[in-house]
């Protein structure tokens, strides 16, 4: 299934859904379907800033855990209490209800160094089938 | 000419091409190509609490010792008296060093007075076979056929496994009592059936020729019976608080510290492997226990994270994960004798976050005993299926 194409995405399996000076971020359903049953989101406080491609926080399945990291450097305005409770919403619906932080963009320019739908798309089908996520 | 990749060199069990065939996501493990899940650990791990499911478990070591000194030399190798065990009956066992440290945690089972079945770890079969192989005198009667890469080996598990079996196998599997186990015609050949596993479960193990194998494992498909992979066998295992060597256990940690004295078998005067060191550590008692953890929080706790106690590192988790019936995280760790009683509560780092955790009695998972169909009287059923203690 082709990833949506409304939205940019990021080498670390992060995807970027701009609307006017915010943006959503989320992680793709590849990314999900490689991690496996997610039992717990650790995700930065509303308030705090981001940096684009660092660390932003946590992300375990009954598999292992890996780290989050967002696509755009801004401050988190809004943090999805529901994957918080219920980290399953990864799984079931990661590109709309799974989505996990809502940030101002400190610079919209930095869209510009993530990936199409269509790229992204390509990038994941070179990656190797083994369960590796983020670098 | 590029190397081969490395999957090229690890073992696969005569079910390969099916798992591929079956969406399965293969890891390497122990040695080996292995399904760690299919659809996903926590529904494969579901369906095996509520219903049925089946793991390949080809990989792990398959050795017959046959012969007319067979229990006299397993009795030699093993700790627990093989020599008191009825025909048709299966015990777990331990085959230790002469510290008494634990080289691996076999399944011994008896066919009859002269043929005995060893179940080990994929990563030990080796090892167990040289090991009691050392243990053969000159004139002895015991020859050991190692049987790991001749046949198939399956475990259906689950409160419905038993009508799947008997479906597919024969009415007969039904009466099979619990770590029981017999040999049953099917396809010209002849299938080893023990009520046995490793997931807390109801269930049966099965040894077959590669090509019955092959024919189970697509009718226990076919008949809805879900396939699991490493991932839910191991969530399983942990919640019923079952070892898992390499982890849990291993020649650094003594049977008595692990809670396994009830499988080291004192009370003849066999000479058997480890048996001195054993005689004294039993004597001086334990000075920690390997012990559940049920965590309060968020996070999930794996093997090799601290346990805290007042800030001060107490302990390591030798296993742990995300318990998909509890809903939380559990863990197993040795801990010092008088932290380890139940309702003591203590702490896990987690990646630098303090997790706390409440120490509670083995198992996780307390499931009502499974009776055979065919008993008359049925066996009171404990309805405690949440948590034990």
Redesign the interface.
Known sequence: MPSPDDRKYSKEHEWLLIDGDTATVGITDYAQDQLGDIVYVDLPEAGSTVTQFEKMGEIESVKAVSDLYTPASGEVVEVNQQVVEKPELVNSDPHGAGWLIRIRLADASEADRLMSAADYDAFTAAESNDGALGP | MSAPPSSETLRKTPLFDLHERQGG?I?PFAGWAMP??YR????EHRAVRERAGVFDVSHMGRLFVVGADAARLLRRALTYDVTSLPEGHGHYTLLCNDDGGIIDDPYVYRLDQQRFLVVGNAANAERDRERIASFVEPGMDAELLDRQSQTVMLAVQGPAASGYVARIVGPDVAAIEKRACTELPYMQTKLFVSRTGYTGEDGFEIVASIDAGRALWRLLLAEGVEPCGL?ARD?LRLEAALPLWGNDIDETTDPYEAGLGWVVSLDDEADFAGRAALERLKQAGVTRRLSCLLADG???I?SGYPVLHGGRQIATTTSG??S?TLNTSIAMAYLPKDLAAPGTALAVDV?G?TVPVTVIKRPFLRKPAAAPSTTSNPQPHDQRDKLAG
């Open positions: 996501r890891v760690v899940q996903g650990i926590v529904e991932g969530t968020r996070g999930v794996r994960g995300h998909p990646r976050r």
